[in-house]
């Protein structure tokens, strides 16, 4: 992560320019949310834009917070070590609450180490890439030490890439539902990231894959708790295929680059 000696990320300017642009972007992927909606059938405003933020510092973060959004990813536990507590702050200016008990939840969405557990924990929401039983019940066991309740979400992947993290789906079921019995976790839904493809039939094939498996874990928790209600999140899309995801029942689509522009750094 050389990137993070080359820019400061807790830098908290943005010139108007540049604010300009990112609202833009979160505007146009907003308008591109609802006519997917709209195009395949889905209740609109039922799919919730989370702002991919990898490489982009406080005062960017912020653009894309006035200008409407109310989810951000991380992807790498320095990074949100980084810059929670600054953005929090900022945020607070603007009347907004972001983090752990705020109206903005901040998620890791990249890969967490063991070792970084104890630092995430207590500045975000939640985790949506748990890749099984073994990492799960390690954030268990320091979410119990901590006092807190942490959302996770099942990483499965679904198009079985070597390069791609992720339970295999034939796991899935079984290991979110072990997932879920464990203390001081809360189950939150499943991620995916779609295949490398430009094939709609194929990544569309994949994120029904996982709907599939969503729709099994829902369906058999419900019989669990005396059929109380179980909303599980599907976490799928990204800029270049986020409609597809849609189209096959996605709940939150993280967005980067259509909202920040490409990234300078890896």
Excluded at 89 to 97: H, K, M, V
Excluded at 111 to 123: E, F, G, T, W, Y
Excluded at 228 to 255: C, H, N, P, Q, Y
Aim: hydrophobic share 45%.
């Amino acid at each position: 992560m050389a990137y993070m000696a080359q820019k400061d990320l807790a830098n908290t300017e943005v010139d108007c320019v540049r604010a300009r642009q990112i609202a833009d972007g979160v505007h146009s992927v907003q308008d591109a949310i609802a006519q997917a909606e709209s195009h395949y059938g889905r209740k609109a405003e039922s799919v919730t834009l989370l702002a991919a933020t990898k490489t982009r510092d406080v005062g960017e973060i912020m653009a894309a917070l006035k200008a409407g959004v109310r989810v951000i990813g991380e992807n790498r536990p320095q990074e949100i070590v980084a810059k929670a507590e600054i953005l929090r702050a900022e945020a607070a200016r603007e009347g907004l609450s972001v983090g752990v008990n705020g109206e903005i939840p901040l998620y890791l969405i990249g890969q967490l180490q063991s070792n970084k557990i104890n630092k995430v924990l207590p500045l975000a929401n939640g985790i949506q890439s748990v890749d099984g039983i073994e990492l799960a019940q390690k954030i268990s066991a320091r979410a119990q030490n901590l006092g807190l309740c942490v959302d996770v979400m099942l990483e499965v992947n679904v198009s079985g890439e070597a390069t791609k993290s992720g339970c295999a789906p034939e796991r899935a079921i079984d290991e979110a539902f072990a997932i879920s019995s464990l203390p001081a976790l809360n189950l939150h839904g499943f991620m995916t990231l779609g295949a490398r493809v430009d094939d709609e039939t194929i990544v569309r094939s994949g994120f029904a894959k996982l709907r599939e498996i969503r729709d099994c874990v829902s369906k058999q928790l419900v019989q669990d708790y005396d059929g109380s209600s179980v909303k599980l999140e599907l976490s799928m899309g990204m800029s270049g295929d986020f409609a597809w995801a849609i189209a096959e029942g996605s709940t939150m689509v993280r967005i980067g680059s259509a909202i920040f522009g490409p990234r300078a750094f890896v």
